[in-house]
Structure formats: structure tokens, C-alpha cells
């Protein structure tokens, strides 16, 4: 049986490298896979992408905020990034007389751009492999031992730059901790806000369009750096100039075509592309299931009462958007593990090394038992986690623990108490208890049922196995909370009179301690803590151990193969070809979406799917300049196999050339397991197009100074 398998897999395995495209990747700039890029079409040299001694694509490329990616598009520092990347700034802007979000924003002039205390971009100057420094020492020595001096060596080689103040030099492990790089960032602090498009377009199709094809966002907005009389980094004065940049990209307004070459220069966050077969089984038939199974109930519940009420529909807005974010993905991501054959694939590949190097057999044998045995501890995490994150009064049961905990230890410092109250009066505002009991007896239930005995709370199957039962006793008890907000501690309410009940630490403490709420997730906690947590780090060590162990043999019995590290949000290069998809059976994609296709989803008034009038009016009176393409109307978004994930929102997508030809936002949901197991048949990254971008400052917002700044190629 299993010998079939891997004959299958084997034959699966030469289809799929029967594709232009074999690997994906998220190549460290300085080692890109040049060969196949230029197989596929590229026609600049590595050199133009990554060089420290001249101008190059990357001081092109910054990271906004700490989180996106960023592009410059101008000699004035104008910086390119998505709306989402954006939002708070453009919140933090707007007002009941200003209303930003809704209306849009666009500067007229460089004096009335918005700046945005706290915000800041990063360019990377310099990336060095520094392996033999920060593992100098370190064979033969134990985990613990070897972490310590790695820690000390890391230290030791950041402390040996001459660093200017807006620099700083950040050592990150790659290959599992098999080797070490360093980069060196410079830090601007004066970032303007200069335009972004009303929700109605930057956010078009919200929940219900995320993660999926075809799409018709233009998810993008615009900032610029400024910085003092030399060009160097300051803090924000009305003083500072324009950022003046090495280098700048050029805005291709060229019609693209199925087949083009593009790459993805960004900051990608977190892949896991070399795990064992046996990690994936575990991911794609417990983990993830787990997490969608309590996101799906939660869902449910806040879908039926939205549905029903205007008001609950714009208090859990936002929340609803947050759960069903990952949960949607998750789906996503099994199906297309599953799709792709993950296991069966990774399977064969094991099978086929380990006849080259026995040893790798025998890491292999050695994580198969870890992550057995690990099982259901993992699968205990996964629910636990859900639940508690889910359930919103456990999860404000969870933090007035900490805050207990922080008391009793004399832990609490004045910031982490600001932080709490601050996010008390954020939680109270959009907080419905009643709905939220709903919720909770749901998850109780549901984790009471899915959950064997030995780490459950004592009798808590019996008490809490029935979802009826359970709201009947919820509703009671949240009639008796104080931290619902339903119940007053002495003569105050905890939703108005915050300042006031933590004035007196004792008494709060004291009251508590009788809260059943508090009292339940003390339980919870108690029980996972005892019966799961530390059993699950301590095998996780084991399996991180082995899994550095594993990539190092991966890399050397494998020959054949150009490895590229797994994503760790710093500056990465990935490359495709624009294409549409075929993901399931009679179900055929288009790589390119137009704004036709924006009017046909137009439902006047509805929260992801209103239209501006402006908009509709450019529409039909087709006024639409220089930005359509040969079917007359302008493109909104298209398709490719570029390998990104979180962290490349907001990169810029270029094509053969080095102009920039999209912004990147989003992954097409068929392909969400592209962070586990790249397959460039199913994954396609999905971007806004500059021709859209451009179409929308220049018709719609009427900003032409900013397309002036631009080197537009025609």
C-alpha cells in the first residue's frame, strides 16, 4: 500500500515539475534562482535587483510600518502601498466632519500631506551571510548551551558596527537555525499620509470577496517619506523635505499578457515550507480542522443575530472580519493540501533522499514518533486556543487573570495597566453579552464534546456537554459578572467607571476572585496548563531540534535542488508568470479582472459592495484615458504564481523589466496552503493593477500632480 502510494506520488511529482515554473520560493535578495527566473522570462540581472554598491531595485523596497511592504514611485519619495496597510493612519485621520475612510483622502499639494506620528518605514542597505561568526563555538555543544552563545555571539557581532542613529543591524537564523544573516536597516520617521481611494474602492468586496478570484479591489493608498536638509532619517518637523531615493520604480501602464514574467520584491512573514510529511498529515486532518471547526460555530452565531440587526451587523463588523479572515484561509488551505496531493508528494521526496542518506530515514523515523506523540496535545492547543480567543467573555475572563496574576506578583508597571484600560474601553464599546453567551455556550459545548477527559477541568463534560443548558447558565452568570458589565462592584459599573474600580487594586482583586467567569477560566486555564502545555512545548523542542537536524541533511543530500530559506519578514524575492487558474473540475479563471466587473457586483448601499457615484459615472461614460487595455475598459486585478504570503501586502509586482506592473494584496483561496507545500499549478498571488491605481488618482481623485511625479511607461 504504501509502496502504491509513493508510486503515485512519484508520478504526481513528474506532472507537477512538468510545469515551467518548479519551485516557488521567497529567495534572500542576494541569492535569487536567476537561472530559472531568466528561463521564465526575466530581463534585468541580479545585480539590478540586489547591489550595494550602485542604485538597485531594492532601495525601491521598504517595509511600512513594521508589518506591509512599501514601493517608491517617485524622485520625490512617494510610497505606494496597500489601503489595508494604510487603514489606521486613514482612520487615525478621520472625523465625523472628515470622515476619510468613507469620503477618501487626497492632498492637494505637498502641504496638505498628513503625518502620522509612530509610523515608519525600513530600507535594507546591506544583507551578509554571517554563519561562521554567530555559530563560532557552538559544535558539540547541548540546545540550551548552543542558544546561549549564538545569543552572545549575535550580540557581540551587532555591537562591532559603527551604526548611525537611524540604523541598526538585525541577525536572523534561516534553514532552521543552519545558517545566519545579517541586515543592515535604516529607519525613517516622518511618513505622510498624501491619498488613498473611499473604502467603497480600497476595501470593495471586504469579507466577502477575501482570499478569492475574481477580485475587483483597489486595495492600495499613498504616503511619502520625508526626511531633513541632507536626506538622512529625522523625527517629523515641519522643516523636514521630500526623501530624495537612491533609486525609484518606474509605473508600466502595459498591457499584460498570460505567460509574462513577474517577480515580488516584499517583506513575506511566515512559511513552513520543509516540514516532514508527517507534520503536514497532522496540519491538514487535526490541527486545521480543529480551528475551523470552532471558527465555524462562532460564525454561525454572529451571522444569525447580524443578519437580523442593523445594529449588532455594525458593532461585529469588524470582529466578524477578523475570525473569518484565518478560518476562510484554513478551509483554503486544506482543501488545497489535499488537492495538491501535500502528503503523498512529500512523501515520495522523503522516500526518495532517504535511499541516498540512511540518516535521514532515521530523523525522519525520530519526528514521526515525536509528532505522534505529540498529537493530541496539539489537537488539546488547537481547541483551547480557539475557544478561549473566540469566546470573548473567557477571553476578557483570561486577561483579568493576567491582571490578577500581575497584582499578586507586584508585576503590574503603570504602561501594561494604561494598555489594559485602554483596551477595556475598546472591548465594552463593541461588546454585546447577550450574543456573546450564545457564543460561549456553543464553544463550551463544543470543546466539553471534542475533548477527551484527561485535560478537561473535573465534571466538566458533565456540566457543560449541552448547548441549552449552557446558555440557561451563561445568562445567569452573566447577570452576576461584574466584568460583563452587567453587575456593578459596589456602586461601580466596570464599563463606566473603569478608572475608578482599578484606583483600588485590593477590592478588585478580592471581587474577582467570586466572578464566575473568572472562576471558570481559572479552570480552563488551571487544567490546560497541567495537562497540556508543558507536554506540548517539551515535544515541540524535540521536533525544533530535529527539524534543524532535518534541514541540513535535506540540503546536503539533495543536490539537484536550490533551497531558499523559509519566510522570517525580512527582504525577500519571488517570481512567476502571470496566469489565470483551473482549480476545480469545470471551473476556469481568467487571469484579469476589469471594472465592468465592479458594476456588475454594485448593490447601492451595501457595506462591501457600494460603488462611488463618481466611479459609475467614469464608468459609463467610458472615460477612461489612457489606462484601458485592448478590451476598452481598464483592469482592476490580476493573476500569477508569485509565492507570497502575509508581509507581502503592499509589495510591489514587477514584471521583466523591473517596472512596476501591480500591488500585491492577496492569495486566491485555493492555493492559501502555498505556506506548506508551493504548488504553482493551484497558487495564485492576486494584485491590483498599476492601470487601475493610476486610472483612479488621475479620473477619479483628480490628482494629476501626483502621476507627474511618476516615470510612467507607456
Same mark, same amino acid.
Given at each position: 500500500?504504501?509502496?502504491?502510494?509513493?508510486?503515485?506520488?512519484?508520478?504526481?511529482? @513528474?506532472?507537477?515539475?512538468?510545469?515551467?515554473?518548479?519551485?516557488?520560493?521567497?529567495?534572500?535578495?542576494?541569492?535569487?534562482? #536567476?537561472? =530559472?527566473?531568466?528561463?521564465?522570462?526575466?530581463?534585468?540581472?541580479?545585480?539590478?535587483?540586489?547591489?550595494?554598491?550602485?542604485?538597485? +531595485?531594492?532601495?525601491?523596497?521598504?517595509?511600512?510600518?513594521?508589518?506591509?511592504?512599501?514601493?517608491?514611485?517617485?524622485?520625490? @519619495?512617494?510610497?505606494?502601498? !496597500?489601503?489595508?496597510?494604510?487603514?489606521?493612519? +486613514?482612520?487615525?485621520?478621520?472625523?465625523?466632519?472628515?470622515?476619510?475612510?468613507?469620503?477618501?483622502?487626497?492632498?492637494?499639494?505637498?502641504?496638505?500631506?498628513?503625518?502620522?506620528?509612530?509610523?515608519?518605514?525600513?530600507?535594507?542597505?546591506?544583507?551578509?551571510?554571517? /554563519?561562521?561568526?554567530?555559530?563560532?563555538?557552538?559544535?558539540?555543544?547541548?540546545?540550551?548551551?548552543?542558544?546561549?552563545?549564538?545569543?552572545?555571539?549575535?550580540?557581540?557581532?551587532?555591537?562591532?558596527?559603527?551604526?548611525?542613529?537611524?540604523?541598526? +543591524?538585525?541577525?536572523?537564523?534561516?534553514?532552521?537555525?543552519?545558517?545566519?544573516?545579517?541586515?543592515?536597516?535604516? /529607519?525613517?520617521?516622518?511618513?505622510?499620509?498624501?491619498?488613498?481611494?473611499?473604502?467603497?474602492?480600497?476595501?470593495?468586496?471586504?469579507?466577502?470577496?477575501?482570499?478569492?478570484?475574481?477580485?475587483?479591489?483597489?486595495?492600495?493608498?499613498?504616503?511619502? +517619506?520625508?526626511?531633513?536638509?541632507?536626506? *538622512?532619517?529625522?523625527?517629523?518637523?515641519?522643516?523636514?523635505?521630500?526623501?530624495?531615493?537612491?533609486?525609484?520604480?518606474?509605473?508600466?501602464?502595459?498591457?499584460?499578457?498570460?505567460?509574462?514574467?513577474?517577480?515580488?520584491?516584499?517583506?513575506?512573514?511566515?512559511?513552513?515550507?520543509?516540514?516532514?510529511?508527517?507534520?503536514?498529515?497532522?496540519?491538514?486532518?487535526?490541527?486545521?480542522?480543529?480551528?475551523?471547526?470552532?471558527?465555524?460555530?462562532?460564525?454561525?452565531?454572529?451571522?444569525?443575530?447580524?443578519?437580523?440587526?442593523?445594529? /449588532?451587523?455594525?458593532?461585529?463588523?469588524?470582529?466578524?472580519?477578523?475570525?473569518?479572515?484565518?478560518?476562510?484561509?484554513?478551509?483554503?488551505?486544506?482543501?488545497?493540501?489535499?488537492?495538491?496531493?501535500?502528503?503523498?508528494?512529500?512523501?515520495?521526496?522523503?522516500?526518495?533522499?532517504?535511499?541516498?542518506?540512511?540518516?535521514?530515514?532515521?530523523?525522519?523515523?525520530?519526528?514521526?514518533?515525536?509528532?505522534?506523540?505529540?498529537?493530541?496535545?496539539?489537537?488539546?492547543?488547537?481547541?483551547?486556543?480557539?475557544?478561549?480567543?473566540?469566546?470573548?467573555?473567557?477571553?476578557?475572563?483570561?486577561?483579568?487573570?493576567?491582571?490578577?496574576?500581575?497584582?499578586?506578583?507586584?508585576?503590574?508597571?503603570?504602561?501594561?495597566?494604561?494598555?489594559?484600560?485602554?483596551?477595556?474601553?475598546?472591548?465594552?464599546?463593541?461588546?454585546?453579552?447577550?450574543?456573546?453567551?450564545?457564543?460561549?455556550?456553543?464553544?463550551?459545548?463544543?470543546?466539553?464534546?471534542?475533548?477527551?477527559?484527561?485535560?478537561?477541568?473535573?465534571?466538566?463534560? =458533565?456540566?457543560?456537554?449541552?448547548?441549552?443548558?449552557?446558555?440557561?447558565?451563561?445568562?445567569?452568570?452573566? *447577570?452576576?459578572?461584574?466584568?460583563?458589565?452587567?453587575?456593578?462592584?459596589?456602586?461601580?459599573?466596570?464599563?463606566?467607571?473603569?478608572?475608578?474600580?482599578?484606583?483600588?487594586?485590593?477590592?478588585?482583586?478580592?471581587?474577582?476572585?467570586?466572578?464566575?467567569?473568572?472562576?471558570?477560566?481559572?479552570?480552563?486555564?488551571?487544567?490546560?496548563?497541567?495537562?497540556?502545555?508543558?507536554?506540548?512545548?517539551?515535544?515541540?523542542?524535540?521536533?525544533?531540534?530535529?527539524?534543524?537536524?532535518?534541514?541540513?541533511?535535506?540540503?546536503?543530500?539533495?543536490?539537484?535542488?536550490?533551497?531558499?530559506?523559509?519566510?522570517?519578514?525580512?527582504?525577500?524575492?519571488?517570481?512567476?508568470?502571470?496566469?489565470?487558474?483551473?482549480?476545480?473540475?469545470?471551473?476556469?479563471?481568467?487571469?484579469?479582472?476589469?471594472?465592468?466587473?465592479?458594476?456588475?457586483?454594485?448593490?447601492?448601499?451595501?457595506?462591501?459592495?457600494?460603488?462611488?457615484?463618481?466611479?459609475?459615472?467614469?464608468?459609463?461614460?467610458?472615460?477612461?484615458?489612457?489606462?484601458?487595455? *485592448?478590451?476598452?475598459?481598464?483592469?482592476?486585478?490580476?493573476?500569477?504564481? !508569485?509565492?507570497?504570503?502575509? @508581509?507581502?501586502? @503592499?509589495?510591489?509586482?514587477?514584471?521583466?523589466?523591473?517596472?512596476?506592473?501591480?500591488?500585491?494584496?492577496?492569495?486566491?483561496?485555493?492555493?492559501?496552503?502555498?505556506?506548506? !507545500?508551493?504548488?504553482?499549478?493551484?497558487?495564485?498571488?492576486?494584485?491590483?493593477?498599476?492601470?487601475?491605481?493610476?486610472?483612479?488618482?488621475?479620473?477619479?481623485?483628480?490628482?494629476?500632480?501626483?502621476?507627474? #511625479?511618476?516615470?510612467?511607461?507607456?
Amino acid at each position: 500500500m504504501i509502496r502504491n502510494s509513493i508510486l503515485i506520488a512519484s508520478l504526481f511529482l @513528474g506532472t507537477a515539475f512538468s510545469f515551467a515554473q518548479q519551485y516557488g520560493g521567497m529567495w534572500i535578495p542576494t541569492e535569487i534562482n #536567476e537561472k =530559472e527566473m531568466k528561463d521564465l522570462g526575466m530581463k534585468i540581472s541580479a545585480k539590478q535587483i540586489f547591489d550595494t554598491n550602485k542604485p538597485s +531595485i531594492k532601495d525601491a523596497v521598504v517595509q511600512f510600518n513594521g508589518g506591509c511592504t512599501a514601493e517608491i514611485i517617485s524622485a520625490k @519619495g512617494l510610497l505606494l502601498t !496597500n489601503h489595508h496597510c494604510g487603514y489606521g493612519q +486613514i482612520q487615525a485621520h478621520s472625523t465625523v466632519e472628515k470622515d476619510y475612510l468613507s469620503n477618501g483622502f487626497w492632498a492637494k499639494n505637498m502641504n496638505e500631506e498628513l503625518p502620522n506620528p509612530g509610523v515608519t518605514v525600513d530600507f535594507i542597505v546591506d544583507i551578509k551571510e554571517v /554563519t561562521k561568526e554567530i555559530l563560532a563555538g557552538t559544535e558539540g555543544l547541548k540546545e540550551a548551551e548552543s542558544k546561549e552563545l549564538i545569543k552572545k555571539n549575535s550580540d557581540a557581532y551587532i555591537k562591532s558596527f559603527n551604526t548611525e542613529s537611524y540604523q541598526k +543591524i538585525i541577525v536572523k537564523p534561516m534553514y532552521y537555525g543552519n545558517k545566519y544573516y545579517a541586515f543592515v536597516v535604516e /529607519t525613517f520617521k516622518d511618513i505622510r499620509l498624501v491619498g488613498a481611494p473611499p473604502q467603497s474602492i480600497g476595501k470593495f468586496g471586504s469579507d466577502t470577496d477575501n482570499w478569492v478570484w475574481p477580485r475587483h479591489t483597489g486595495d492600495f493608498s499613498m504616503f511619502r +517619506i520625508y526626511a531633513d536638509k541632507n536626506n *538622512k532619517p529625522a523625527d517629523y518637523s515641519k522643516d523636514n523635505i521630500p526623501y530624495t531615493p537612491k533609486y525609484f520604480l518606474p509605473v508600466s501602464i502595459i498591457d499584460k499578457k498570460e505567460n509574462d514574467f513577474t517577480f515580488v520584491y516584499g517583506f513575506p512573514g511566515r512559511t513552513t515550507e520543509y516540514l516532514p510529511s508527517i507534520a503536514i498529515e497532522k496540519i491538514m486532518t487535526e490541527t486545521d480542522p480543529a480551528r475551523i471547526e470552532v471558527r465555524d460555530v462562532a460564525l454561525k452565531t454572529l451571522d444569525e443575530k447580524m443578519r437580523t440587526d442593523a445594529a /449588532t451587523r455594525i458593532q461585529y463588523a469588524s470582529k466578524y472580519a477578523s475570525v473569518a479572515n484565518y478560518w476562510k484561509k484554513w478551509i483554503g488551505e486544506v482543501e488545497g493540501l489535499k488537492k495538491s496531493n501535500a502528503v503523498d508528494k512529500k512523501r515520495a521526496y522523503e522516500y526518495q533522499l532517504s535511499s541516498k542518506n540512511p540518516a535521514l530515514k532515521t530523523t525522519l523515523s525520530e519526528m514521526t514518533q515525536l509528532y505522534s506523540e505529540q498529537s493530541p496535545f496539539a489537537l488539546n492547543n488547537a481547541y483551547y486556543g480557539e475557544v478561549i480567543r473566540n469566546a470573548e467573555t473567557l477571553s476578557l475572563a483570561n486577561r483579568f487573570l493576567n491582571y490578577m496574576g500581575a497584582v499578586e506578583n507586584n508585576k503590574l508597571d503603570e504602561k501594561s495597566l494604561a494598555s489594559f484600560k485602554s483596551f477595556l474601553q475598546g472591548f465594552y464599546k463593541d461588546y454585546n453579552g447577550e450574543l456573546d453567551a450564545k457564543v460561549t455556550a456553543k464553544l463550551l459545548a463544543l470543546y466539553a464534546q471534542k475533548t477527551p477527559n484527561r485535560f478537561l477541568p473535573s465534571d466538566f463534560k =458533565e456540566s457543560f456537554s449541552n448547548v441549552d443548558k449552557n446558555i440557561s447558565t451563561i445568562e445567569n452568570w452573566s *447577570k452576576n459578572s461584574f466584568i460583563t458589565g452587567r453587575n456593578n462592584l459596589g456602586n461601580y459599573n466596570i464599563t463606566k467607571d473603569t478608572e475608578t474600580i482599578f484606583s483600588d487594586k485590593k477590592m478588585l482583586v478580592e471581587a474577582l476572585a467570586k466572578d464566575p467567569f473568572v472562576l471558570l477560566m481559572t479552570q480552563l486555564r488551571d487544567a490546560y496548563v497541567k495537562n497540556t502545555d508543558s507536554q506540548f512545548v517539551s515535544l515541540q523542542l524535540k521536533i525544533d531540534e530535529l527539524q534543524k537536524k532535518y534541514m541540513a541533511q535535506l540540503m546536503e543530500t539533495d543536490k539537484d535542488r536550490k533551497f531558499f530559506p523559509d519566510a522570517n519578514s525580512t527582504l525577500r524575492v519571488t517570481y512567476g508568470k502571470v496566469k489565470g487558474s483551473n482549480p476545480r473540475d469545470a471551473v476556469e479563471y481568467n487571469y484579469q479582472t476589469h471594472v465592468a466587473g465592479i458594476m456588475e457586483k454594485y448593490i447601492p448601499g451595501d457595506y462591501e459592495f457600494d460603488v462611488p457615484k463618481k466611479l459609475i459615472n467614469l464608468y459609463n461614460a467610458k472615460d477612461f484615458g489612457i489606462y484601458k487595455d *485592448k478590451t476598452g475598459d481598464v483592469p482592476v486585478a490580476f493573476t500569477a504564481t !508569485n509565492h507570497t504570503t502575509g @508581509g507581502n501586502s @503592499g509589495s510591489p509586482a514587477l514584471d521583466a523589466y523591473g517596472n512596476l506592473v501591480g500591488l500585491n494584496f492577496d492569495r486566491q483561496w485555493e492555493g492559501t496552503m502555498s505556506d506548506i !507545500n508551493y504548488d504553482p499549478k493551484l497558487c495564485r498571488n492576486i494584485m491590483v493593477d498599476t492601470k487601475y491605481i493610476l486610472f483612479i488618482i488621475d479620473k477619479f481623485a483628480d490628482s494629476k500632480w501626483l502621476i507627474n #511625479e511618476m516615470k510612467i511607461v507607456k
